[in-house]
């Protein structure tokens, strides 16, 4: 199958970064859309760690703090949890600076806790295994799999998402190997689950 990429950047201004105020020396991260304009920023103290994927967070050790430039909490939640680092957004759209909330980040556990709980407790396993390029994780699935002491059926799809898993019903939990970026109600994501 050929494919073609296209570029799609954001032509939205950045001049929300003329509010942001932050102590000691923090990393910049950013997604496709505002790459192109976030390499040429200069702001004190700061060093541009480049694009951050759902599943890939370019990181330093000694840096005090974290600036995302996006939309959304997904990203900045995933800094949060990787980093263990104060995680602050410039969101272009909405023209807002402000510090991710330490609550966002704990209800994020809780409701990995309680995923955690439905895997350790569901009888019949799916794991999912995407087929797009990048994502394609089966001999990890197999490897995971192998190790599992429960029932288990590996599923390859280039279509994640609700409906479809629900055309198996007998599947109690899934397990996803794809991107984390996926937030389905009764699936978690292969690294969020300690090794067994």
Known sequence: MKILHIKAESKTSLEVLKKVKIKGKF????????????????????????QMLGCYI?????LASYLYIGTGKFHPIEI???TKKPVYIANPLTNKFYKLDQKEIINYQKKLKGKLAKFYSAKKIGIIVSLKPGQLNLKQAENFQKKLKKESFIFLTNNINEEELENFPDINFWVNTACPRIEIKNVINLRDIPKI
């Open 80 to 82: 949060a949890l990787e």
């Open 58 to 62: 370019p990181k330093k050790t000694k």
């Open 27 to 50: 990393g910049i991260l950013t997604t496709i859309q505002h790459l192109n304009q976030a390499k040429k920023i200069k702001l004190k103290n700061s060093i541009f760690l480049g």
